[in-house]
């Protein structure tokens, strides 16, 4: 049953009344101090009736908001817990309650291991003692897909801080076609995740290119305190991807369409799982299934169709074709032995 906000500031006032033992409570007391706490939270001044408190009281007492408050009447009089100890904020939490707070638990401790969500720590901690102490099961439900290991994760706060304080960074960072590292101003625009790898987009330098630098190849990075930050304020990330499939961006190359043949081993997972948003099945054959997008051609979409192996097949265009079959020609005579014989052993 949901609850209003106006109803639960009546509740928690009539809880704080009735917790007060010092004060003898009638029905009349009970409507002054939910009126004025109305009053005070919320500006109404018309008060309440006495219809509405004799309802909120009798809610209280009742099991559909699970309090199940022990409220008596003394002296058929005056308002208060047969519990001295009781207070609906310290109802036990029901199986419900239970099954929804362990997997917001084990949703936010995904995030455990990312210094820019260290403040969630000390709540993620105590949500899962919480629930412990109440359940005593620690059976994980979900599980995604994490690496902990991975090198760079402690540079996201400092770089999710520069976005939000719009501080430019100097970054030594060394990619790996580079033979040495190099420094310069990068101002990030925002943090990308792909394939359970991170990424600080920005631009660098005053260039108006944007750029990806992946957080496993930055050395170093300090605040460049004398450098004037370069606001991103025309660019969204969902609008910057909506072309490709990853994270690079080409901004010369258009978006064209790319035809795909998939086996029927593999249509299954394509079409529950498109490849991209602007998948469209063009056609169901025998032995597959033929499919368009409409991307980018870049480094990320050649990793995909590879990874379907021999169950996936670029039609057109002609020029990824004789990419990707160039790829997997080398890729079986990597398997080849020195007498050319494949070797399966």
Not at 195 to 211: C, D, H, P, S, T
Request: with cysteine; proline share 2%.
């Amino acid at each position: 049953m949901p609850v209003n906000k106006n109803a639960l500031i009546r509740y928690k006032t009539i809880d704080a009344c009735l917790r007060n033992r010092r004060r003898k409570w009638t029905l009349e007391n009970l409507i002054d101090a939910v009126s004025d706490a109305l009053y005070d939270y919320e500006g109404i001044d018309k008060g309440i009736s006495r219809r509405s408190v004799q309802a909120d009281l009798q809610l209280m007492r009742s099991d559909k908001l699970g309090y199940n408050a022990p409220i008596i009447v003394v002296s058929k009089k005056y308002y208060t817990y047969e519990d001295p100890a009781y207070s609906i904020t310290n109802i036990p939490l029901n199986e419900q309650d239970l099954g929804r707070m362990n997997e917001a638990v084990e949703i936010l401790k995904q995030f455990k291991g990312f210094s820019h969500f260290s403040s969630l720590n000390e709540v993620v901690q105590k949500l899962e003692d919480h629930v412990y102490a109440a359940a005593h099961n620690t059976q994980t439900i979900i599980d995604f897909e994490k690496n902990e290991r991975l090198k760079g994760l402690e540079y996201l706060e400092m770089l999710y801080q520069s976005v939000i304080q719009q501080k430019a960074m100097m970054i030594t960072y060394q990619s790996f076609r580079a033979k040495e590292e190099r420094s310069f101003v990068f101002h990030v625009w925002w943090l990308k995740e792909f394939k359970n790898r991170w990424f600080a987009v920005g631009v660098k330098g005053k260039g108006l290119q944007i750029m990806n630098l992946a957080l496993d190849r930055i050395e170093n990075l300090v605040i460049a305190e004398d450098t004037l930050y370069v606001d991103n304020d025309e660019i969204t990330p969902s609008e910057y991807y909506k072309d490709v499939i990853g994270v690079t961006v080409s901004s010369t190359l258009r978006a064209g369409n790319v035809k795909l043949f998939v086996s029927n081993e593999h249509a299954p997972y394509v079409t529950t799982k498109p490849m991209h948003h602007s998948q469209k099945l063009l056609e169901t054959k025998e032995d597959g299934i033929i499919i368009n997008l409409k991307v980018q051609l870049n480094f990320e979409l050649e990793r995909e169709i590879l990874g379907y192996a021999e169950g996936m097949r670029v039609l057109a265009p002609e020029f990824l074709r004789k990419r990707i079959f160039k790829k997997l020609k080398q890729g079986v005579y990597n398997y080849n032995d020195e007498n050319g014989a494949v070797n399966a052993s």
